[in-house]
């Protein structure tokens, strides 16, 4: 097995840190794998965030508590009747009509 030096500095360069912040979630995947492979250290910009809780809810919820006579709610109105027999047959037949005749 050959040894060769890598010069990583370029990783830790503003440029790489616009270019990888900025690019598809992919290219983080394929740098994060890379640098695992040859066992690299992450730069900062490319370690996983945290997990936890998406703040956005917990945003939303406090947004509805402090204003409940905003929320939507949506009325459901009551079903219609549904079409008596002659009405349906009367509406298949016109609808089977050739409109050549």
Known sequence: MNTVTINADALYSPQAEQY????????????????????LPFPDYALRRTPGPNPAAAALAAFHSDNPQLRHRAAVLPRRANATPDRVAAARASSNRNPDQ
């Open 20 to 39: 990888f912040t900025r690019s598809d979630r992919r290219i983080m995947t394929g740098l994060r794998a890379t640098l695992t492979v040859l066992g």
